[in-house]
């Protein structure tokens, strides 16, 4: 039985030796949360590093643990993720929107306050790195879009018009086929609840 095996089984999950999202949903409840003691197997694989979790930690708890198995399962591939950007509210979005329009820099997404799925928890984008050295461009995107794909994430990198290659999302249940824009306007109007977002109608 491997390390990832012996985890799950002192977790009680099933111990199919897949790092998936449950799986990491059951260590981080097990060793972050305030009431719960840390018990890790020794030589399990490290949780999200603490620029990460910051970031992590403001998505939708069932965003969350997709987060955490995207950098485990980077890590097994070789690949140094970590998450740069989580939630973001309406006038941040509005921020990163005026650049390259009326404000200096360049134009870094088409999304205003609001049109946004980081607005709504249910987004994050990532980096990529060698070492400490943050790579801008690198083959390695569409590698952790592959892993991400598989876990159940949308990968901004397939999208038509202006690909974000850092950017994954977990499309609710309920918006399944649904255009991106009718996805947000339903976003829009859940948005007085979090806790609606992933609830069906």
Same mark, same amino acid.
Request: net charge positive; charged share 20%.
């Given at each position: 039985m491997n390390t990832i095996q012996e985890v799950q089984a002192a977790l009680g999950l099933t111990p199919d030796g897949d790092a998936g999202p449950k799986t990491w949903a059951a260590i981080h409840a097990k060793v972050c949360l305030p009431s719960s003691p840390v018990v890790v197997a020794p030589g399990s694989p490290p949780l999200a590093d603490p620029r990460s979790e910051k970031c992590i930690v403001t998505l939708l708890p069932e965003v969350q643990p997709f987060a955490r198995a995207l950098i485990l399962k980077a890590v097994e591939a070789g690949i140094t993720v970590k998450i740069l950007s989580g939630t973001r509210t309406y006038v941040e979005?509005? #921020?990163?929107? #005026?650049?390259?329009? &009326? #404000?200096?820099? =360049?134009? %870094?997404t088409k999304a205003r306050g609001g049109y946004s799925n980081h607005n709504f928890g249910i987004a994050f984008d990532i980096g990529v790195f060698e070492g400490t050295s943050y790579l801008t461009d690198s083959p390695k995107y569409a590698q952790v879009g592959a892993i991400a794909e598989s876990l159940g994430l949308e990968w901004g990198g397939r999208w038509k018009s202006m690909p974000d290659m850092p950017h994954y999302q977990l499309r609710p249940h309920w918006a399944k086929g649904a255009a991106e824009s009718a996805m947000l306007n339903e976003l829009r =109007?859940? #948005? &007085? &609840?979090?806790?609606? %977002?992933f609830t069906e109608d």
């Open positions: 979005q509005d #921020a990163l929107y #005026a650049k390259g329009r &009326t #404000a200096p820099g =360049s134009v %870094v =109007s859940r #948005a &007085t &609840t979090r806790a609606a %977002v």
